[in-house]
């Protein structure tokens, strides 16, 4: 009796030997192991008849199965799925010849799977020529040879393979046997659901090995995302549906399939990284006065932990959200289910070496967030360090547009413009201008300052006083220059919502009615139109005559065509919100349509997308103090956060949590109807 062949023959013949049939279909059923040999270098491609060899850079979009009741069109989608088993197949015996030092137990396992491989490979190659297509047919991308050719080692050869490629075959096999039965193919759909069933077995042997070789100190989800690198991201662990059962068959821990089916990693485009630093703003005025680095207060550093996911709103599926710690999976299945963008939460930046970025996001842009950016090697899409504009900028723009050139009808008079002082005898002066006037409230502002900070107000009745002139004297020390203007009677806030291009155009994104407590800082915005709900004088006013667009976007469309030119000149480009402010004078209602300019992200912009892209027609954005009695004990102990549900435009169940209510020691932001 001959001697049971070497398995690190048989891998070298099924990596070498060109034929279909004779070299990649041997018998794996024997064989011996005890002559693993060193280790060899990956080929730059396995042998491959001519008509069978592998092209770089051929896709085939789905589309071009989407025909099912055609027999060529189920032939060239079962082509696809045998290029990716013989690939697979080949992936595998090439491990072998890399790693012959390997566990024996793994090496014998991964020769069982293989010959799983060969079976499927032999089920399509027959099925798909009874259909008329044969594997000489259409080319062969080498996609997954390319990406899975050089693992590190043993750990992340069975993460990309096991717990991504064959982890999404089970989302595919179940996918397309459901679809071949609707087309009456049973046949096919026997082959799928054989295919189905195995993977299965094969998920479930990548993931004994990796929690064999993972480190001690890490979880499962941990060592997944640290092993399944471009291209074989945790994304293409996931096919055209999410196949939940057939992962928890496999062993798959149910935190890991939820963390997985909310994953928002990117595919292939490069991702953008988002941040939420609250503190912009004062980080800017801190670095202008002292050229340091800025620590933020408690308060702001808890309130920036707590909200740390809310850019999530904002960025596109595939995009990164740096987080402090890693979102609790009830949370993301609360998002999933509410039809929120997935994007992949990152708590550590390690993740990110190696990875292809995009720009970077801050919420806003101080010196801080540019040492940042650079530190994770980001592009920083500005010409300028420091584009974030203190309140006397817009000041001159606020002038133009109520110039008389400019000014709409039913605009604020040209009074209502602040004026620019540095001195406290200058904000005397003008405070006593204003109340001859007949202004009966002077507003004072910090140059750079947000959330209603550094500002303070005068009651022209009672002058100024002690306390008046020592705020005002804080608020030059710490900002050099102040504005002050008429406290204005307000009815309504808005703010209108644009991106800047480099060249000075602005896209507008809409208007948005927003609510401020007394002192000026966010308290909620409206998502859905921004008259909903407001007395019947006001929406008149509001929609403008009706005979053409109403007056809000023609507000809004003029002061972006000021802005915009002057904003490109700073350097800046990117999302802007004004806010502007509907007042009552003894001639009827009025618009300011330049209170402050924030050449950032802001809340309203996030009330914005969020209606837009759950298709939200009704609803409240709101920030909610942790302390408040929605986010009780009893509440926060709870197992699951319930599913927030969006019918026709209404959020019928909710809230909505847009940042995690758990564990909140500031506020959380939350929409509800």
Partial sequence: MSPAPQLRDLALRILDGPSLWADKMIDLSTFADDATGPPSRAPASPARSPDLALHEGIVRPEASFSRLRHAGARGRLLHAMANHELQALELMALALVRFPDADPRFRRALAHVMSDEQKHLAMYV??????????????????????????DDPLTFVVQMALVLEQANLDFAKHWSVRMHAAGDTETAAILDRVYNDEIGHVRHGLAWARRWKDDTDTLWDTFVAHATEPMTPARAVGPIFDVDSRKRAGLPDDFVVRLRTWGGSKGRPSDVWWFNPQAEDATAHHRRTGRSY????????????????????????????????????????????????????????HLVGRTLGPARPWGWSPDAVRRSHALLLEVPLSEPMPVIGKTWAVPPLATLLSADWREDGWSDAKVVPQVCTTLEEVESRTSDLQSDGWTGVLIRGDLSASGRERWVIRTERGIQDDDSQRVRGLLERHSQVTVGPLLNRRVDLSFHGDVDADGSVRLRGVVRFETHDDGRFQGAVVGPPHRGLPRDVVRWMLGDGHDTDRLQRAARKVFAVLGPALAAEGYRGPVGVDALVHTTPEGLRLCPLIEVNARWTMGRVALDTSRRLGLTTGTLRIVSARHPSLSKAFVEETRLPTARVTNGRLVSGPLWLTDPRGAQAAVVLVAT
Avoid: C, Y
Avoid at 129 to 147: C, I, K, T, Y
Avoid at 330 to 338: F, P, T
């Fill in 295 to 350: 620590a933020p207060r408690k308060t702001v550093a808890r309130l920036a932990r707590d909200l740390a996911a809310l850019p999530a709103a904002l960025a596109r599926p595939g995009d990164i959200v740096l987080v402090p710690t890693a979102p609790r999976p009830d949370w993301l299945a609360h998002r999933l289910g509410a039809g929120a963008p997935m994007v992949q939460f990152v708590d550590n930046t390690h």
């Fill in 126 to 151: 027959r099925r798909m020529e009874q259909l008329g297509v044969r594997m000489s047919d259409l080319p062969l991308s080498d996609f997954f040879w390319r990406a899975l050719r050089e693992p």
